[in-house]
T-cell receptor, first 114, second 117 residues
Framework: AQSVAQPEDQVNVAEGNPLTVKCTYS??????LFWYVQYPNRGLQFLLK??????LVKGSYGFEAEFNKSQTSFHLKKPSALVSDSALYFC????????????FGRGTSLIVHP | GAGVSQTPSNKVTEKGKYVELRCDPI?????LYWYRQSLGQGPEFLIY????????DSGLPNDRFFAVRPEGSVSTLKIQRTERGDSAVYLC???????????????FGPGTRLTVT
């Protein structure tokens, strides 16, 4: 079975400060990990993914995420937050060699204050 | 290029009525997924198509829900005898072929907001 947890319903950060949105996962084998962003009244938009290789993954809009196998985490980060980054962020996991249906977390609302 | 489109964007229907929700995926994407999203929740899997066939429909909540993809492109999600609990945003996503060894990301449409009164 595969699962993902986003322990924070909401993250607040001041513009210009670094941000972190947390994600932990559980799979039997190796994971494919994804981050998506959702703006109001819009569908989810792909940000970045970890498939294999380098643990630090860079994605759209200056976001990056670090795959940590020992901690089963894939936290989303950005060095300097923008007000326009305010949105819902979803982490998803799919087990390699297993289910082809990704499991999504409940989402974390990121609020960047001016 | 064109992304995933869904129609209608909003649908209000009375309890007991039949509704159809349409999804037009990205051209060339063989995999198509339907999800349901309630407020404050992540997408909940409903059904997955690989080509024309439903490869996994384990997420459909009951037999009132059905989906088709007759030509391997456009898909229609059909809900019979709608109930107020069916109210949600229905999301469609497509991706390049997916298999146990493929890590392709999904591309989502804007969703259809279904309200059952």
């Amino acid at each position: 079975a595969q699962s993902v947890a986003q322990p924070e319903d909401q993250v607040n950060v001041a513009e210009g400060n670094p941000l972190t949105v947390k994600c932990t996962y559980s799979v039997s084998g190796n994971p494919y990990l994804f981050w998506y962003v959702q703006y109001p009244n819009r569908g989810l938009q792909f940000l970045l993914k970890y498939i294999t290789g380098d643990n630090l993954v860079k994605g759209s809009y200056g976001f990056e995420a670090e795959f940590n196998k020992s901690q089963t985490s894939f936290h989303l980060k950005k060095p300097s937050a923008l007000v326009s980054d305010s949105a819902l962020y979803f982490c998803a996991v799919r087990e390699t060699g297993g289910s082809y249906i990704p499991t999504f977390g409940r989402g974390t609302s990121l609020i960047v204050h001016p | 290029g064109a992304g995933v489109s869904q129609t209608p964007s909003n649908k209000v229907t009375e309890k007991g009525k039949y509704v159809e929700l349409r999804c037009d995926p990205i051209s060339g994407h063989t995999a198509l997924y339907w999800y349901r999203q309630s407020l404050g929740q992540g997408p909940e899997f409903l059904i997955y198509f690989q080509g024309t066939g439903a490869a996994d429909d384990s997420g459909l909540p009951n037999d009132r829900f059905f989906a088709v993809r007759p030509e391997g492109s456009v898909s229609t999600l059909k809900i019979q005898r709608t109930e107020r609990g069916d109210s949600a945003v229905y999301l469609c996503a497509s991706s390049l072929t997916t298999g146990t060894g493929a890590g392709y990301e999904q591309y989502f449409g804007p969703g259809t907001r279904l309200t059952v009164t």
